[in-house]
């Protein structure tokens, strides 16, 4: 089992790197195409058709490239009242006795949005905005984070399969976070 656990931060260092860059880059692009609206607008009375809805755009982009990187960060929303009080062994068990809920939804959102980025990109999907960008692109990127998500979610299996029955690789002293 050691071996596969291996694998998890590689796994982690990939959605770490990715998830760095779209969580830093789009997020900073996001705000300097807003500020630029914002100062055409109310500075020049010249409000731009394209910004508001490339940061939406962006934002979608944001949204499903980085999520990946939050499983790897523990940032995800989690109820934590009775769950930190297990041992590292027992967190394992309950994360696999869940896991199930999780790969079936990521599946799911995996084959759907693999199927929905397909046809948008076979007919070159546009927006119905004055604008008319492309948004295939952005389609793309619901399979794209939804294997960003598995892999994170693969890895901490492998990882969680390795406590439960190796035990904790260091000893846990307090809470991450």
Do not use: C
Not at 64 to 82: C, Q, T
Not at 96 to 110: E, M, N, W
């Amino acid at each position: 089992m050691s071996r596969l656990a291996q694998l998890a931060p590689l796994i982690s260092a990939l959605n770490h790197r990715l998830g760095a860059f779209f969580i830093s880059y789009l997020a900073l692009l996001m705000a300097f195409i807003l500020l630029y609206e914002i100062i055409a607008r109310y500075l020049f009375s010249a409000p731009t058709i394209w910004a508001p809805e490339l940061a939406q755009l962006l934002f979608g982009a944001y949204v499903m490239l980085s999520g990946g990187y939050l499983l790897a960060h523990k940032g995800h929303v989690n109820v934590d009242l009775i769950y930190n009080r297990f041992s590292p062994r027992g967190r394992a068990a309950v994360n696999l006795l869940t896991s199930f809920l999780f790969f079936a939804f990521l599946s799911v959102l995996l084959l759907e949005g693999w199927t929905m980025a397909r046809e948008s990109v076979a007919m070159l999907e546009t927006s119905s905005s004055a604008w008319n960008p492309p948004i295939w692109p952005l389609k793309l990127t619901i399979p794209l984070g939804a294997t960003l998500i598995l892999l994170q979610g693969l890895a901490d299996t492998l990882v969680d399969l390795d406590v439960l029955f190796n035990g904790p690789a260091i000893e846990e002293h307090g809470n991450d976070a």
